[in-house]
C-alpha cells in the first residue's frame, strides 16, 4: 500500500495566494512531517505534528491532521515566488519506529 | 544553527566500483538514517543506525550496502559494487530520539554510476 501520497501533484498559484495541499496514508501513525525540497537539492524540514495534534502553526504554515481520515494538510498562506518547491508529507509509521516513509509530493509553483 | 553536512556533494563512477558517501550528523544526535531518492521518484528509506548498529533496514539495503561510524563523528554508506540503479541522491538525516522527532536531513549526495 502507498503511505504518504499527497495531492494534487503539482499546483500552480500566483503570489499572494493561499497554496493547500494534502496527504494522506493507509496505517496508523505516530507523526507526520512535512518536508520542502527545492528542485535537485537537500529536504528542508517543514514541520511536525504528532497523531494526537489536530492543528499546528508555524509562522505562514498551517497544518492539520486528521487521524480518522487519515489524512493532512499543508497551507501557505500569502505565497512568494520562494516558495516554489516539492513538498512532501512523511509519516512515522507505527510498529516501525525508526523511518519516514514519504509520498510522492506537490510541486508549488508560485509565479510573481 | 546545527546541520548534517554530507560529501561529496557529487560522484561519478564506474559500474562494479565501490563507493563510499560520508555524513556529519548534528553533534548531540543518535540516531543515523540513510535516504534515497531515485530522478523523479519518492525519497526511500535505506537504513537506520543507533548505537552503532543497524536498527531497522530495507529490502533496498541489501549485502552489497553498508554502514558504519567509524570515530564520533561521521558517518558512512559504502556500496560495494555499484550498479546502474544504484544512481540516485542520497540523503543522510539524523535524529535527536527514535519516535516521534524530527529528522534532519543532509543536502545529499548525488551519485551517478555510468
Known amino acids: 500500500s502507498q503511505q504518504g501520497e499527497e495531492d494534487p501533484q503539482a499546483l500552480s498559484i500566483q503570489e499572494g495566494e493561499n497554496a493547500t495541499m494534502n496527504c494522506s496514508y493507509k496505517?496508523?501513525?505516530?507523526?507526520l512531517q512535512w518536508y520542502r525540497q527545492n528542485s535537485g537539492r537537500g529536504l528542508v524540514h517543514l514541520i511536525l505534528?504528532?497523531?494526537?495534534?489536530r492543528e499546528k502553526h508555524s509562522g505562514r504554515l498551517r497544518v492539520t491532521l486528521d487521524t480518522s481520515k487519515k489524512s493532512s494538510s499543508l497551507l501557505i498562506t500569502a505565497s512568494r515566488a520562494a516558495d516554489t518547491a516539492s513538498y512532501f508529507c512523511?509519516?512515522?509509521?507505527?510498529?516501525?519506529?525508526?523511518?519516514?516513509?514519504f509520498g510522492k509530493g506537490t510541486l508549488l509553483t508560485v509565479n510573481p | 544553527e546545527p546541520e548534517v553536512t554530507q560529501t561529496p556533494s557529487h560522484q561519478v563512477t564506474q559500474m562494479g566500483q565501490e563507493v563510499i558517501l560520508r555524513c556529519v550528523p548534528i553533534?548531540?544526535?543518535?540516531?543515523f538514517y540513510w535516504y534515497r531518492q531515485i530522478l523523479g521518484q519518492k525519497v526511500e528509506f535505506l537504513v537506520s543506525?543507533?548505537?552503532?548498529?543497524?536498527?531497522?533496514k530495507s529490502e533496498i539495503f541489501d549485502d552489497q550496502f553498508s554502514v558504519e561510524r567509524p570515530d564520533g563523528s561521521n558517518f558512512t554508506l559504502k556500496i560495494r559494487s555499484t550498479k546502474l540503479e544504484d544512481s540516485a541522491m542520497y540523503f543522510c538525516?539524523?535524529?535527536?530520539?527514535?519516535?516521534?522527532?524530527?529528522?534532519?536531513f543532509g543536502p545529499g549526495t548525488r551519485l551517478l554510476v555510468l
Open positions: 543506525f543507533y548505537n552503532n548498529e543497524i536498527s531497522e
Open positions: 553533534s548531540n544526535h543518535l540516531y
Open positions: 505534528i504528532r497523531s494526537n495534534e
Open positions: 538525516a539524523s535524529s535527536v530520539e527514535r519516535v516521534g522527532e524530527t529528522q534532519y
Open positions: 512523511a509519516t512515522d509509521r507505527r510498529g516501525s519506529n525508526y523511518k519516514l516513509t
Open positions: 496505517t496508523s501513525i505516530n507523526n
